[in-house]
């Protein structure tokens, strides 16, 4: 996304801000000069923000657009940045008796129904949510860019392993998601961009457990950076895409 001049500069908003990620894409976007820093303000929002954003509770997702759009017309700026970075892989599932966190599946003999929903609330319907009640609020002219952070494991096509069933199926449901929203999205703004992003192993809570020996393990602050990096060059003829950290198209 390219900003042309200073009436197509506008707001930018993270969702996901508490994860670790989430926090380095606030503080890449905040940075002077960072690619795709066409926000001279950046919101950010979580179960952890004022106001709330809790997937679990829609209201508390009605009730933090309204934040937004009182601070869209407060600054007399578009929004034009909307990142997604919230997500779900391992850890104790809320409403669970016990304290023993869940763990993705290794084969299809450990698929707990529990997991599995909870997967699907946090990387599907969530973000879903957001496209409801967040999208409206994007810029209906010039350039805008939402991008959502999805795994190259919820790529079918590039499944050989098997296993995690669980996070695979619900973050290739957001891959439908996000491909969705981009074609509804195009008819409300020629110029906007909504396209599905593969972080890769990032230094994080979430995939902490899982780095294995061989993979290439990158801190926040770089997976940030790399991503902004991608949503800055990406056109309105990638809108609808899955992309990775490099800028690389993946296979759905």
């Known amino acids: 996304m390219s900003v042309n001049g200073p009436d197509e500069v506008g707001l930018a908003l993270v969702i996901g801000a508490g994860g670790g990620l989430g926090a380095a894409l606030v503080a890449g976007l905040r940075q002077p000069g960072a690619p795709a820093q066409a926000a001279p303000a950046v919101l950010a929002l979580g179960r952890h923000t004022t106001p709330v954003l809790d997937y679990a509770d829609e209201a508390t997702l009605a009730g933090a657009a309204q934040w937004v759009a009182d601070e869209i017309d407060a600054r007399r700026m578009p929004l034009r940045t909307l990142i997604v970075a919230s997500g779900y892989l391992h850890g104790v599932i809320p409403g669970q008796p016990?304290?023993?966190?869940?763990?993705?599946?290794?084969?299809?003999?450990?698929?707990?129904?529990?997991?599995?929903?909870?997967?699907?609330?946090?990387?599907?319907?969530?973000?879903?949510?957001?496209?409801?009640?967040?999208?409206?609020?994007?810029?209906?002219?010039?350039?805008?860019?939402?991008?959502?952070?999805?795994?190259?494991?919820?790529?079918?096509?590039?499944?050989?392993?098997?296993g995690w069933y669980g996070y695979r199926a619900s973050k290739a449901a957001l891959n439908q998601i996000v491909r969705t929203a981009a074609i509804e999205l195009v008819r409300r703004n020629r110029r906007a961009v909504c396209v599905a992003l593969h972080p890769g192993t990032v230094d994080t809570p979430l995939s902490q457990p899982f780095a294995k020996a061989g993979l290439t393990v990158r801190s926040a602050s770089v997976a940030a950076r790399e991503l902004l990096a991608v949503l800055h060059g990406l056109t309105p003829a990638q809108s609808g895409g899955f992309f990775d950290y490099r800028g690389q198209a993946l296979p759905w």
């Open 98 to 162: 016990g304290d023993r966190p869940a763990q993705p599946e290794r084969s299809g003999s450990q698929i707990d129904p529990a997991y599995l929903a909870h997967c699907f609330k946090v990387n599907a319907i969530g973000p879903a949510l957001v496209v409801k009640h967040f999208f409206p609020l994007l810029a209906r002219s010039g350039p805008c860019v939402a991008g959502f952070i999805s795994a190259k494991v919820g790529s079918i096509g590039d499944n050989a392993l098997g």
